[in-house]
Each structure stands twice: as C-alpha cells, then as structure tokens.
C-alpha cells in the first residue's frame, strides 16, 4: 500500500511569524515544483496574541512640576496586526516561490498576507488551489469566462475547463518583501 | 434557552487538509505522539474502518492484507500529529464563534458551547451562518447542534454529524416531541461522548444505554452515581437543572491563553450578526 508516513516534525519558528504549518517536504519532494506555489506559513494570530499591547512603561519619572507634553502620546505605537489584519482569524501567511507573479511585484521568497475572510472578486490576486497544490495567480472571472492569469510573459494562464472547479484559498491583501 | 454546541469535524485531519490540499477528499489520518495510534480519521479514512486509537502499524497491516486480497489498497496518508498548528486553528475557530455570542464556553480544543439567546435570528439561521463563517474563514467544517441544554445540544450535534440531511445544523426544537424521541433511541450514549467508554460503562449499569435513556433519567440521580465523571455537568439532560444551560466562565482554555486577546473579548465587543 503506497502509504506515507512522516516522522514527527515539530513546528518550525520563525522569528516573529508565530507557529509556521507543517508543511512536510518529504510529501512534495518527488514532484517537480509548480511556476509558483506558496507555501503557508500560517498563524498570523498568534503573532497578534503575543505581540498584543503590553502595558505602556512611563519613560520619564512622575513630574513633580509641568508635566512632559509627550507623555500624553505615548501609547499611539502602530499596531501592524491591526493595521495589516482586519480580521485575524482568516488571515495567513504564505511564502511564494516561483516567479510567475513577478510583473505584479510578487518575487520569489516574498511573504503574502492572505485574507480568507474577502470575496474573490474579478482582478484580485488569489491563492488558488490546481491540482492539489496551491499557487498565485490573478483571477479573471467576467462573463463566464473564469481563468487565472500569471504576471508574467512566459506563464499562460490557467483557464478553467468546463465542469473543472475552481477553489479559491483565500484573497493576498498585502507582499512583504526583504530589501 | 437555545444552546449551540459547535464541533469541528475530524478536526486534527481537517487542519491538515486545509494546508495541503491535495489531502481534500482523501482517507487521511493523524497520529498520536511518536506515530503510535490513530488519534484523527478523515472521513474517507473513517469509512476504511479505521478506528480511533487504533495502532498505526495494525491499521497498515490490515489494509495491506485487504491490498493482497483484493488487488489495489485503498491510500491511506499518515501524518504525524501537529499541536502547534492545531491549537492555533483552535484558536481562531473560538474567536470566530465568540463573535457569534457573547455568551460562549470552550469545551475542548474543537468544540464550544454558545448561547444563543436574545439573538434576532432563529437559532437555525444563526447556525447555518456560523458554520459557513468558519468554513470560508479557516477552511475547517463543522457540524453545529442546537436544544434547549448543553445535553442535548451535544445529541443534537451528534444526528447533524450522523445525517447528512440536516446540512451540519441540526435544531431539536424543529423536530416534535416523537421524532425526537425516534432520532436519540438508536444512539449509545458512549458514541455521543467519545471516548468516555467509561462513563458509557457507569451510565449502563444505570440502565442508561441510549440517548433515549438519558433525556430520560433523572439528573439527581445520574449525579449522585457518576458525580466524579460528572464533575463539569456534562449531563444534565432535561433542563431542569440550571447548571446545564449555564456556561462555565471562566473557561478552560482560559489559562492558556494570552492576557488580552481571548474570552475577555467576547465579553467586551460582542458582535452577535456577524455578517463576514
């Protein structure tokens, strides 16, 4: 029986992204890699919960005199969770590799924020599952015409035969690249 | 008094499923620590007969034997057991329904309680939009069961996982008083609380084989016999007693969870129409 059995691997961290899923390599080792396929990392949320609003330390000693006008501001920090994910229950991270999405600025190694909780409406870009496997692409859906478009010349798209379906993962929101 | 009991469906593998999907639709199973037992069997991998908690390397000799007998074995995918990741997809799963009602208790890493009074939707309505939430939020499918205690939620949960008809909401309070009666009859009480073989084995010398039987039987009297397996009100069948509708608060996945994010929430921002 071609049976699969993966040995334990426990959840790999990497340094503020929260726990990464387990996305084994041995199971897709034997395939050739797809143009682009992410790779989900997961766990926005627990990014949020740990980060989430420690109380606010007073850098000055109490003022026995005219109080700093700063004081007032200082819990105004930015919040990249709230700011990045509106709802953090439905959001993921996944890790592109591939370059077929590099026209709209999607490069390989690029982190992509996913929001499952949004529409796939026509002209967002997706994380789209064909064949089993996921991959990136813009979603042209106008006219009964469904197809997913590649950024880029030497990619075709991916159009939708009749009766095949098309599952969309969830909606990319925002790239975040190294520089 | 209408109380939603929410469960995930074959949660361990479902998790699975939703990050690798070329897994969707396939007999998938998850492995306890050190891959010794089966502890999640994706719905195919239930209809192979694989059992919970049976030995991984039993379950593969037999298919294997049936592989022989019969010339291709069904494809079973072994996976080893992922907490990390399924305590995070606990998580979001209880946030999202937490918006559903301010009123919610976390029963186990995938189900939880929530009370649903007071909402302006029938309760039906209500469980059929949190079901689609989750799904289209996580990816993960659940079934949800509705009555008028935590009892017989957790029965009516139970029928909507068994029959696909009542499309993952099942609501005892559309049913009369017969069908009820026609639906608990066949169900043993150890298959509603699984893994509770031996409070299954108490109930019985109780005389307490079915669903049926439990509604029936006098809460006192269950309490007094199985107060020790009972200890968080697990059964109190009729409604007649308090603390079946009421939701344990503080919850048990409360010390696990961060100070600031969590139940707290529910409480302060509750957002009972939800409308994702």
Redesign the interface.
Same mark, same amino acid.
């Given at each position: 029986? %071609? &049976?699969?059995?993966?040995?334990?691997? %426990?959840?790999r961290l990497e340094p503020g992204l929260?726990?990464i899923?387990?996305?084994?390599h041995s199971?897709t080792a034997s395939k050739p890699p797809a143009a682009t396929t992410a790779e %989900?990392l997961?766990?926005l949320?627990?990014l949020?919960?740990?980060s989430?609003?420690p109380l606010t330390r007073l850098r000055w000693p109490v003022q026995a005199g005219f109080p700093s006008p700063a004081e007032d501001d200082q819990d105004a920090a930015i919040d990249l969770n709230e700011l990045l994910a509106p709802?953090? &229950?439905?959001c993921f991270l996944l890790r592109v590799r591939g370059c077929s999405m590099v026209d709209a600025g999607i490069d390989d190694g690029d982190l992509l924020l996913v929001d499952?909780?949004l529409e796939p409406s026509h002209g967002r870009i997706v994380i789209a599952?064909v064949?089993?496997?996921?991959t990136v692409k813009r979603l042209h859906r106008q006219a009964q015409v469904v197809r997913l478009e590649a950024a880029h010349a030497q990619y075709p798209a991916i159009e939708l035969k009749d009766g095949q379906e098309l599952?969309v993962?969830g909606v990319v929101t925002r790239v975040i690249k190294s520089v | 008094m209408p109380v939603a009991l929410v469960d995930c469906n074959s949660f361990y593998a479902s998790c699975e499923q939703v990050f690798q999907p070329r897994l969707q639709g396939r007999a998938v199973v998850v492995l306890s620590n050190n891959d010794g037992c089966v502890v999640a069997r994706s719905r195919e991998a239930k209809a192979l007969g694989i059992k919970m908690g049976e030995p991984w390397f039993q379950v593969r000799r037999r298919l294997q034997g049936q592989g022989q007998g019969q010339g291709q074995a069904e494809e079973v995918t072994a996976l080893s057991s992922n907490y990390a990741l399924y305590a995070d997809m606990s998580n979001r799963v209880m946030r999202i329904l937490g918006r559903f009602s301010p009123r919610q208790e976390v029963y186990s890493i995938d189900e939880s309680f929530l009370e649903l009074d007071g909402l302006p939707e029938p309760p039906e309505v209500i469980g059929q939009r949190i079901r689609s939430t989750v799904l289209r939020w996580t990816g993960l499918p659940v079934c949800v069961g509705i009555g008028p205690t935590k009892t017989l939620a957790k029965l009516a949960n139970h029928l909507a996982k068994q029959d696909p008809a009542w499309a993952g909401v099942c609501d005892l309070a559309v049913l009369d008083a017969g069908e009820v009666k026609r639906l608990l009859a066949p169900v043993p009480v150890g298959e509603v609380w699984g893994g509770g073989q031996r409070l299954a084995h108490r109930l019985g010398a109780l005389g307490i084989l079915t669903a049926l039987d439990l509604r029936r039987a006098p809460s006192k009297r269950i309490r007094q016999h199985a107060s020790v397996m009972l200890g968080r009100n697990r059964l109190e069948p009729r409604g007649a007693d308090r603390s079946d509708h009421q939701l344990h608060q503080p919850r048990r996945r409360e010390a696990a969870r961060p100070a600031g994010r969590g139940c707290g929430d529910h409480g302060r921002d509750p957002q009972p129409c939800l409308s994702p």
């Open positions: 029986m %071609p &049976e699969r059995v993966i040995r334990p691997n %426990p959840a929260g726990v899923a387990n996305r084994v199971l %989900p997961g766990a949320c627990s949020a919960t740990r989430h609003r709802h953090p &229950e439905a499952r909780a599952v064949d089993g496997e996921f599952q993962w | -």
